[in-house]
């Protein structure tokens, strides 16, 4: 049995010291010089930083778009993908771009980033992935981070209570000369150095006290300074801020800026010493990094006023301390309900005019959010429980539907518009059409139900339905129907019933779907297939052609079976009129092939495969007596084929036994009542 020492020397056998050293360097003033004469990135600025972390992951080009680009670290790479944001890539971007704007210091780095938003749009989350983001980045050789700290008589170092750059320790008079020969023979076109900014009313005090000693001389000043690098934090409160407003009541701007210490003023004789004073305000500690304000428009007015010297001017107010620098990205988030107040409050007009709004809506692509719902809800997730197939699907296909806005354009409904979206082929729709589409729909995606309401839904329906081995689509749709009646965020009982409207919707496009799986699971006989195809392309050769078909069995000149054509062309609607056409267009695909030196599979031709597959379904269905599963006696010979078909479902389509004999039941109550399509 493995010993509690032999399990520390296991993985003390696997730590790099060599490593942890590097990471946690201390040196002096001078040797950090030349450590930023090496590697300058370690003096750039927060947005700087922000902007480098989330290029640093690469970016990929959106399929199918030329104007669109996802960046991979909103995918989440380094956390397999469990905050990764799917959808909003315009979004992204928008971000992104603000972010390179403010890095080459364009002006947006004077702003606050207003994400905003409905309930649940991922706003959290992308403030979650950024500061995720820097604690992993200042942990690299690239996103490094320098602070210093004052040496004392008694051998003790006093840390900077704001991680400023060492380099504020330079005095104005001799900055430019510093830049100048730290930027001198750079080959590289990264930022250029600059020493802007000044240190916390703390090392102000040290840096004054120990000029006197050296008489003016802050050379010697700075060799009393011990450099180290540093690691951006949110839970050691490092580089990164966190700030939730609370009751208006209890709201205290010392949060944000920091407090007098009354237990050290009596030591140091006066609330103006900064040594009696806790930097410790969110403000503070989001130094050199971000900080992220959660329901910023809540906000007391007070507040706001620290909020916008901050963005605007880089400086917060400790109280009884002139202004203090400082270097941060600004984030804050809101829902509309807030906005729309901000918009209509006189008083807010500065804070306005220094915000960048940025829309997070919910994703209005069905793809996306499918795998919003997969994170959580993928069959390899889910203990003790099979989801059937498009189980999440349909649950995703309604949340969409809710966000959508009615097309104005003729004759489109809403779910022809939803597959627009989602990169589905309609006749008369090109590219630029479903981009004015969105154009049209300017709130789109900025109502609706959020994906919060749907999980909740989705593990509702898992707990609730514990006699079965499988959750089906019906269990989770009569779920998301039946909480509609209590759901806190409908504002009318107009909007209530167009939702239950969707629902039904969703439950006949589910329909179709296992319609058609159904059918092509009857049609996956592989020889039968090749047989009907191979029979069909005899005849139609013959028919182009004008000669006549062998028949097989008598052997006997024919001529080309023309009910049998037909019956296959209709299926894919080919009216009578253009049937010549599709039977030349079928040949010289063929002789096309054929002069490649390839031979001809039916499966390369999306339409006529169809056509086959449901062709050979009609001649099947009857033989194998589907409708016969919704009476109590089945035949051996039928049950069998059942079986067959059943076993396609499961290996094809991922089913389960359950599941399966489900789904079969239900198409075969449809043909029960004569409800079967032709398509």
């Not at 004073?277 to 006023?305: S, W």
């Not at 019956?567 to 253009?578: L, N």
């Not at 084929?641 to 479902?649: A, E, F, P, S, T």
Request: proline share 3%; with cysteine.
């Amino acid at each position: 049995m493995t010993t509690g020492h032999a399990l520390l020397n296991q993985f003390s056998s696997r730590l790099n010291k060599q490593q942890f050293r590097q990471e946690h360097w201390q040196g002096s003033f001078a040797e950090y010089l030349d450590l930023v004469k090496a590697n300058p990135g370690v003096v750039r600025t927060s947005y700087q930083r922000m902007y480098d972390m989330v290029m640093a992951d690469g970016t990929y080009p959106v399929e199918g778009s030329k104007d669109l680009i996802r960046y991979r670290f909103f995918d989440d790479p380094h956390n397999e993908g469990e905050d990764a944001i799917f959808g909003l890539t315009r979004t992204l971007m928008e971000l992104v771009n603000v972010f390179r704007s403010a890095a080459l210091k364009y002006g947006t780095e004077r702003r606050v980033l207003l994400l905003h938003g409905p309930v649940g749009s991922s706003k959290s989350t992308i403030a979650r992935l950024l500061k995720r983001g820097l604690e992993r980045y200042s942990r690299s050789e690239e996103g490094a981070v320098f602070t210093f700290g004052w040496k004392e008589d008694d051998g003790s170092i006093t840390w900077d209570p704001m991680n400023c750059d060492p380099l504020l320790l330079v005095p104005n008079t001799a900055r430019a000369e510093m830049a100048a020969l730290l930027n001198a023979g750079r080959t590289d076109d990264n930022y250029e150095i600059e020493i802007e900014g000044h240190v916390c009313p703390l090392s102000r005090w040290y840096f004054q006290q120990r000029l006197e000693k050296f008489d003016g001389d802050w050379t010697k000043v700075v060799e009393t300074v011990v450099c180290k690098r540093v690691f951006l934090s949110e839970q050691d409160r490092v580089g990164i801020g966190t700030f939730q407003p609370k009751d208006e009541k209890n709201q205290d701007s010392t949060e944000l800026t920091g407090d007098i210490n009354y237990r050290k003023i009596a030591e140091y004789g006066t609330e103006s010493d900064p040594r009696a004073f806790n930097f410790d305000g969110e403000f503070n500690v989001a130094n050199r990094g971000m900080i992220e304000f959660i329901e910023v428009l809540k906000l007391d007015v007070a507040f706001l006023y620290d909020l916008l010297g901050a963005s605007q001017e880089h400086k917060i107010k400790p109280k009884k301390f002139a202004q203090t620098d400082i270097d941060t990205v600004i984030i804050g988030h809101t829902n509309e309900p807030e906005y729309r107040k901000l918009q209509s409050n006189e008083f807010m007009e500065a804070l306005r005019d220094r915000t960048i709004k940025i829309d997070v809506p919910y994703v209005t692509t069905l793809n996306d959010e499918v795998k919003i719902y997969n994170k959580s809800y993928h069959p390899k997730r889910v203990r003790g429980k099979h989801i059937a197939p498009h189980t999440v699907e349909v649950a995703a296909m309604w949340a969409v539907l809710t966000r959508l806005e009615q097309p104005k354009h003729h004759g489109l409904t809403l779910l022809q518009k939803m597959k627009l979206y989602n990169g589905k082929t309609l006749p008369g729709f090109t590219a630029e059409n479903i981009k004015q589409l969105r154009k049209e729909a300017k709130h789109e995606g900025l109502d609706g139900i959020s994906p919060r309401y749907v999980q909740d839904k989705l593990s509702n329906a898992l707990v609730v339905n514990t006699l079965a081995t499988s959750l089906n689509p019906f269990m989770v749709m009569n779920e998301l129907e039946a909480g509609l009646r209590h759901h806190s965020l409908i504002g009318s009982e107009d909007i209530r019933e167009h939702y239950r409207q969707l629902v039904s919707i969703v439950k006949e496009e589910y329909t179709d779907i296992v319609k058609n799986e159904v059918q092509r699971a009857i049609a996956a006989d592989e020889d039968a297939l090749t047989r009907l195809c191979s029979n069909y392309i005899d005849n139609v050769k013959a028919y182009t052609q004008h000669e006549k078909v062998k028949n097989r069995f008598t052997g006997d000149d024919e001529q080309p079976d023309e009910r049998l054509m037909r019956s296959i062309e209709e299926k894919i609607d080919i009216p009578e009129s253009r049937k010549d056409d599709f039977r030349r267009e079928i040949m010289n695909y063929i002789g096309a092939l054929a002069i490649d030196g390839k031979i001809f599979n039916y499966k390369t031709n999306e339409r006529l495969q169809k056509a086959l597959e449901m062709k050979l379904f009609e001649d099947q269905k009857d033989s194998i007596k589907l409708t016969s599963l919704v009476s109590q006696v089945v035949d051996k010979d039928t049950q069998a084929k059942i079986d067959i078909v059943k076993d396609r479902l499961i290996r094809t389509y991922g089913y389960n036994e359950e599941s399966a004999t489900d789904v079969l039941q239900y198409v075969a109550s449809i043909f029960a009542r004569g409800d079967v399509k032709d398509s």
